[in-house]
Structures are given as C-alpha cells and as structure tokens.
C-alpha cells in the first residue's frame, strides 16, 4: 500500500518536510507535534499540510488497526520513509504501545514547564528515551531533572 501523499509541489520550502495529514483516515491515523513553520489546508484533497524547518524535531503519532507507535524525526535527510512525510527522515527512536501515552505526557509537561519539547538537540532525547522505557508511570522528577539542566 502506497503511502498517502498529496501532490503539493509550491507547498513548503526547499529542504523542508511536509507532513500530509488526510481528514479520513486510511491503513493509519497520523498525528504531527513540532514546532511547523506553516500549514495549510487542501480541501480536493481533504487533508492538512505542516511545514517542518530543516533540522526540526517532530514527534510523530502513528495509531494502526492493531497498535500505536510515536516516533521522533528530525527533518532532514535520512533513511526511514515513513507515511505521510514527503521526504525520507533520520529517526531518532521509535517507542510503541504504554509508551506512546509516556510520550504525550512528557511532551506536555516539557512544554508547559521547559519552554517547548521541540528546541532540544538528539542527546535530549535520547535521555528522554530512556525515561521512557523505564517500567511503570513517567518518572516526572527525572523528566524535570532532565529539562532543569537544559535550561541552565
């Protein structure tokens, strides 16, 4: 199955990724959270374009008929083609099912208490990763311990 794209050529700049979000979903559900430098919508198409800097970190939210994935990217050129996106990505790390739920509320909390989830380089998140997989409930005093001595 091919992925969803719309043609859209004069949408976005050189070197940016273009996230395709379609209205109806198809095999997937798509959910884009990054700090996108524009978006629009194309109602022939029924779907909304975001508009990712190069370099940019987004979080992506893939919900398939029998799992969840989130996945961070950074945009630029890369080896992972995933749905949606109108460039191949380097991924940064993938997490799947509870996960998925520890991100969102991770996310959230970064971005009410650190100044945003989106400005922090790859060795951030990798250390954000490994919050993550650790067992039970998001370990919010090493998420703010994390983000503290980014902000110093």
Same mark, same amino acid.
């Given at each position: 199955?091919? #992925?969803?794209? !719309? ?6 700049? #050189?070197?940016?990724? !273009?996230?395709?979000? #379609? ?8 959910? %884009?959270?990054? *700090? ?12 909304? &374009? ?12 893939? /919900? ?10 950074? %945009? *630029?050129?890369?080896? %992972?083609?995933? #749905?949606? &996106? ?7 790390? /993938? ?7 520890? &991100?969102?509320? %991770? !996310? ?5 208490? =650190? ?31 994390? =983000?503290?001595?980014?902000? !110093?």
């Amino acid at each position: 199955m091919q #992925p969803f794209r !719309v043609n859209t050529p004069s949408f976005g700049l #050189p070197g940016e990724l !273009v996230i395709t979000i #379609p209205d109806e979903p198809r095999f997937y559900s798509l959910y %884009a959270d990054g *700090a996108f430098s524009r978006k629009t919508y194309i109602r022939e198409e029924a779907a909304s &374009l975001f508009s990712y800097a190069p370099g940019a970190a987004v979080f992506l939210y893939y /919900t398939y008929p029998t799992h969840r994935a989130a996945t961070l990217v950074r %945009a *630029a050129p890369g080896n %992972a083609g995933l #749905p949606g &996106l109108s460039m191949r990505v380097c991924v940064v790390w /993938t997490v799947h099912a509870s996960k998925v739920d520890k &991100l969102k509320r %991770a !996310v959230a909390y970064l971005n009410k208490n =650190a100044g945003g989830a989106y400005r922090f380089g790859d060795g951030f998140y990798m250390r954000l990763y490994f919050i993550l997989l650790q067992r039970g409930k998001l370990n919010y005093v090493a998420l703010k311990k994390l =983000a503290g001595k980014q902000n !110093v």
